[in-house]
């Protein structure tokens, strides 16, 4: 078969060397002399240093399973670079946002190592876990549509790839949820997180049957939803939380979220009125005549 | 005893304002902005900016054409400025090359900006 000449795009020598150190070289053994290179890097050079951030960001140019590695190095880099950490965090955030609202399959398996990459970056305390919930909490309520006869274009009803960047956010980092109140928040969203997945399993395009061949073989089940995604969904929340029963239905799923709702709402009540006291025995206190 | 208990009373009140002050948000993302837009270009759309020790404007990503939107993070030291900034700024229309793109200002999602105190340089 005919195939195209692969065609190289021309790089100043020093892009070419950055690229070759974090694109090539970078791996589980090599990651100590890759940052001692880095560092001897131009930095003050305004156009190498944007170079060197932007390919920083990009953990979808090198092997998935060296994603660490690159989180890693941002980490050893902050030590002698502080703002590095800072400006690398927020290229992933917007590349994760920036995946959801163009939602093209073409990025896929970049966005599911960036959200890799925000978890490994999370692991290396490059960030705090509000921002891990806010980006979980934000894969299953971004453009997402409750209403099955409005199909949003963000998330449509065939899309599952929301459902697999939880699992991998959560089996990147989801072990360090295990105590005090991102233990508690966990919890939560795993509540939300099953209504999400009750809510796409209940559509309509889930329980067409695909074929008379198909209905025959398998008569018990009526849903088409891949039981891949099953999977996927149990060997990511079954090591977090051994004990957790999976909701059987929207119904049961869509019951503990309104459990969780139930505490969280007398949990801010509670906030508020002791607020209020609060402030009221510091007036009280406030002003002491000299 | 009872003034150990308060000096940990003490940490622990030290530690709730240090929280608080966490919460309030400064950090301001301006996105979609058309592919192509410069530095100089936003400035002169948004002057004038408001007082701010961060600056960082982001050129469009090539790969995500024809998504390329540039974007800017600004940390505002005045926090009262930015609903201000965004009533001029958020859903504005901005044209460059044929490209018109209505930009939005959020908070950005990941608060923290470097330090001020520049340690010395990487003595490599």
């Known amino acids: 078969p005919k195939s195209d000449t692969v065609v ?30 880095m560092r001897k890097l131009p930095w003050s ?98 453009g997402v549509s409750y209403d099955p006869s409005r199909i949003s274009l963000f998330d449509p009803p065939e899309h599952l790839l ?14 360090y949820f295990d105590r005090g109140s991102s233990k508690r928040r966990l919890d939560y969203f795993i509540a939300y997180f099953q209504r999400y997945i009750w809510l796409k399993r209940s559509l309509p395009y889930w329980s067409l049957p695909v074929s008379s061949d198909d209905e025959n073989s398998d008569s018990e089940n009526t849903s088409r939803f891949p039981i891949e995604v099953d999977y996927l969904v149990q060997d990511t929340l079954e090591p977090l939380r051994p004990k957790l029963q999976f909701a059987a239905s929207f119904q049961e799923a869509a019951n503990s979220v309104a459990g969780v709702e139930k505490e969280m709402f007398a949990k801010i009540e509670k906030v508020v009125t002791s607020d209020k006291i609060h402030h009221q025995t510091v007036e009280n206190l406030s002003t002491i005549p000299e | 005893m009872s003034n150990t208990k308060e000096e940990a009373e003490d940490v622990k009140d030290e530690k709730k304002k240090k929280k608080e002050k966490n919460l309030i948000s400064s950090k301001v993302i301006v996105r979609r902005l058309p592919p192509g837009f410069t530095q100089e270009e936003f400035l002169k759309v948004a002057d004038p900016v408001p007082d701010h020790d961060y ?14 939107f540039c974007r800017v993070y600004i940390n505002f030291t005045n926090v009262e400025e930015i609903v201000k900034f965004r009533d001029k700024l958020d859903g504005l229309e901005i044209d460059k090359n044929g490209h018109r793109t209505q930009c939005i200002v959020e908070f950005s999602p990941f608060q923290k900006v470097p330090k001020k105190l520049k340690k010395k340089e990487d003595p490599k």
């Not at chain 1, 502080?82 to 955030?93: N, R």
């Not at chain 1, 929301?162 to 072990?175: D, K, P, S």
Request: hydrophobic share 40%.
């Open chain 1, 8 to 37: 190289y795009k021309p790089r100043p020598p020093i892009h070419e060397y950055i690229r070759k150190l974090l694109f090539r070289d970078l791996s589980k053994s090599t990651v100590e002399k890759v940052l001692r290179q």
């Open chain 1, 45 to 142: 050079n305004p156009e190498v240093y944007n170079y060197i951030l932007k390919c920083l960001g990009q953990s979808w140019s090198i092997k998935f399973n060296n994603v660490h590695c690159l989180a890693s190095l941002v980490a050893g880099l902050v030590s002698y670079r502080d703002d590095v950490g800072h400006i690398v965090v927020d290229d992933v955030l917007e590349d994760i946002r920036v995946g959801m609202e163009i939602n093209h399959p073409r990025y896929n398996q970049r966005r599911v190592s960036s959200v890799k990459f925000l978890g490994e970056l999370y692991n290396y305390r490059m960030l705090e876990s509000s921002v891990i919930f806010n980006v979980l909490y934000s894969f299953i309520t971004f």
């Open chain 1, 162 to 175: 929301r459902i697999r960047l939880v699992c991998v956010l959560l089996e990147t980092c989801g072990q």
């Open chain 2, 55 to 68: 600056f960082r404007f982001v050129p469009g990503d090539r790969t995500l054409a024809p998504n390329n």
